[in-house]
């Protein structure tokens, strides 16, 4: 389990890298590092258990016992805190995002990393397409589109155009 934690949280990381600009607090990795972390831990914990199993101590597996308690608690404390503030964290990750929408232009790296992720993610916009109608962007080009990283895989002709939102 600790080793599978360890490349969870090391995915994670891996993958910050490109979302970072979506993500600008300076906390978003916090959560693979708290990853890395228990699983550390949970490693440190199994060699407390296997040790006291082979050596049928009593304290030892009293103390094994009450360390998972206090885990337990934690994981429980931990789902009731991300259940409470579900809301605000998508709150914040809709405004980044938003601002991230409003400095695309096409060829700076935010637009970059709006196409990757609209590609990647299969979306368009933060909630959909219409996201783009208010942006510096599309006010700019006048030609009633959306970037074509909005357009759906395997539409060749597809042109961004909001005349053939079905395209998107």
């Known amino acids: ?39 550390i831990v949970m490693f440190i914990i199994g060699l407390i258990g296997c040790c006291a199993t082979l050596r049928e101590s009593r304290v030892g597996l009293g103390l ?15 789902f009731v805190l991300g259940f409470v503030y579900r809301e605000k964290v998508k709150t914040d990750v809709q405004d980044t995002m938003r601002s991230v929408f409003e400095k695309y232009d096409g060829k700076n790296a935010e637009s970059t990393v709006v196409n ?10 933060v909630r959909n397409y219409s996201d783009w109608t208010s942006t510096q962007w599309f006010n700019s080009t006048g030609n009633n589109s959306v970037p074509l990283s909005c357009c759906r895989q395997g539409q ?13």
């Open 156 to 168: 060749s002709n597809c042109t961004g155009s909001l005349d053939l939102p079905q395209e998107l």
């Open 64 to 78: 094994f016992l009450a360390i998972i308690l206090i885990i337990f608690i934690a994981e429980v404390s931990a």
């Open 116 to 125: 990757y992720l609209q590609e990647q993610l299969h979306c368009c916009g």
């Open 1 to 39: 389990a600790a080793a599978g934690l360890s490349y969870v949280g090391g995915y994670v990381i891996n993958t910050y890298k490109s979302y970072d600009n979506f993500l600008q607090d300076e906390h978003a990795v916090l959560p693979a590092v708290i990853i890395i972390c228990v699983a």
